[in-house]
């Protein structure tokens, strides 16, 4: 089955600075991974996906996140953070049965002035 | 074009008591899901339809109801509200397997 885990529940940075969230996942077969992000009492919205092809994958809002099949990582990062990136980042997979989405359980990006 | 609705935004209920989470896309999306948010659980998947008259249970079905009669209604039952079900509500569809999934604004319920 597949599942997902993200390592850190919270990351405090300061703004400007660099970030990583990182993100391993499980799966006995094709892997199809996401990012999502939830701002602040709102939904939650796509930020990027891999479903094939390139493994550097880039998104909205500067991210980017890297497939390392080896690693079965697809780490989130920024090479700058803004304050109004403080939100609540999910990394997804694909469940295979019917397309369901099995999430993570979040990392709490806190940027700091 | 709305996207995803969800209502009613807030709702408190009393334990034992009923009632029906309401949502609406109009984007002619067969897939549509009902998740619940708990802190430090991430969304789990409540229950989901590939298109009308098909529904089926997700990792946490236990304690709601559904029903698919039309592709843009999805309402979510709670048959007796028990604390345990006091959550954020989210509602979710998309366009086959890889298209994006797009999220209401969520319900927030408490159960006293």
């Known amino acids: 089955a597949q599942s997902v885990t993200q390592l850190d529940s919270q990351v405090p940075v300061f703004e400007e600075a660099p970030v990583e969230l990182r993100c391993n996942y499980s799966?006995?077969?094709?892997?199809?991974l996401f990012w999502y992000v939830q701002y602040p009492n709102q939904g939650l919205q796509l930020l990027l996906k891999?479903?094939?092809?390139?493994?550097l994958v880039k998104g909205i809002n500067g991210f980017e996140a890297e497939f390392n099949k080896s690693q079965t990582s697809f780490h989130l990062r920024k090479p700058s953070v803004h304050i109004s990136d403080t939100a609540e980042y999910f990394c997804?997979?694909?469940?295979?049965?019917?397309?369901?989405?099995?999430f993570g359980k979040g990392t709490k990006l806190s940027v700091k002035p | 074009n709305a996207g995803v609705t969800q209502t009613p935004k807030f709702q408190v209920l009393k334990t034992g008591q009923s009632m029906t989470l309401q949502c609406a896309q109009d984007?002619?999306?067969?897939?549509m899901s009902w998740y619940r948010q708990d802190p430090g659980m991430g969304l789990r998947l409540i229950h989901y339809s590939v298109g009308a008259g098909i529904t089926d249970q997700g990792e946490v079905p236990n304690g709601y109801n559904v029903s698919r009669s039309t592709t843009e209604d999805f309402p979510l039952r709670l048959l007796s509200a028990a604390p345990s079900q006091t959550s954020v509500y989210f509602c979710?569809?998309?366009?086959?397997?890889?298209?994006?999934?797009?999220f209401g604004p969520g319900t927030r319920l408490t159960v006293l």
């Open positions: 799966s006995s077969v094709s892997v199809y």
């Open positions: 997804v997979v694909y469940g295979g049965s019917q397309g369901n989405l099995i």
């Open positions: 979710a569809s998309r366009s086959g397997n890889w298209g994006e999934q797009f």
């Open positions: 984007m002619n999306h067969e897939y």
């Open positions: 891999y479903l094939s092809g390139s493994t």
